[in-house]
């Protein structure tokens, strides 16, 4: 996923970009709303970070030219203003989210995984891959049209694989999704990988062809086998 940082603070931008590149993003960099507006010009991304205040323009110019160039890139403002007229104009014109600083680079990130897993579904009532079908407004599970109950932490597992299909996941960042910032009080991983085994097993008793993949020394992928 490609991600495009828009801050004019270099020390927090450098943090965010290390925190994204580290859990597998392309990540670039703007510190000037004229540089910010160049790259969206010519380049495309998944989603953009913006600040709203910058030495020569501001956060909510930067959306409004994005939204006339293409609908489908996410936005996540952060500021430090926490006005909710702010709040609002940014939803009004096209943000996805809000995030007050200071914040913790853990929860943006969640933000941003939540962000891109929405809009790679495409808003769809119904998520599909082979045999597998979910529907996320009543969180139903079925395999080869047969009803699969998962708990809580088994259903957010397959959803991420669901958004990352053919993408090697590693066991942190596995982690982090279904936890967040708890996990760091967790002494291994081992409760992935309990996780994980339970959910192969459901689909597996369901007729499910076996599309959890570990990959040695890095985590697990989601294909087809």
């Known amino acids: 996923m490609k991600v495009l940082v828009v801050e004019d603070e270099k020390g927090l931008a450098e943090s965010i970009t290390d925190y994204m590149v580290q859990d597998g993003y392309i990540c670039e960099t703007a510190t000037t709303f004229g540089e910010a507006e160049e790259k969206i010009h010519l380049y495309n991304y998944d989603c953009i970070i913006v600040d709203l205040t910058l030495p020569d323009g ?113 066991k942190a960042s596995i982690a982090e999704h279904l936890w967040g910032d708890n996990i760091d009080s967790a002494d291994s991983f081992d409760i992935v990988y309990s996780h994980i085994k339970n959910l192969r097993r459901k689909l597996l008793e369901k007729g499910a062809a076996d599309y959890v993949q570990s990959i040695y020394g890095i985590g697990y992928k989601f294909s087809m086998p």
Not at 94 to 116: C, I, M, Q
């Open 58 to 170: 501001n956060g909510f110019q930067i959306i409004e030219t994005l939204k006339r160039l293409t609908a489908t890139t996410g936005v996540i403002i952060i500021s430090a203003r926490n006005a909710l007229e702010d709040k609002l104009k940014g939803l009004e014109i096209g943000s996805d989210d809000y995030l007050t600083k200071p914040f913790h680079l853990s929860e943006l990130n969640a933000r941003v995984k939540s962000l891109l897993r929405r809009r790679q579904f495409g808003g769809h009532t119904e998520i599909r891959f082979q045999e597998i079908r979910v529907v996320p407004h009543t969180r139903n599970v079925f395999v080869n049209g047969q009803p699969t109950t998962l708990s809580r932490k088994e259903y957010d597992l397959l959803l991420y694989f669901l958004s990352n299909i053919d993408v090697a996941l590693t």
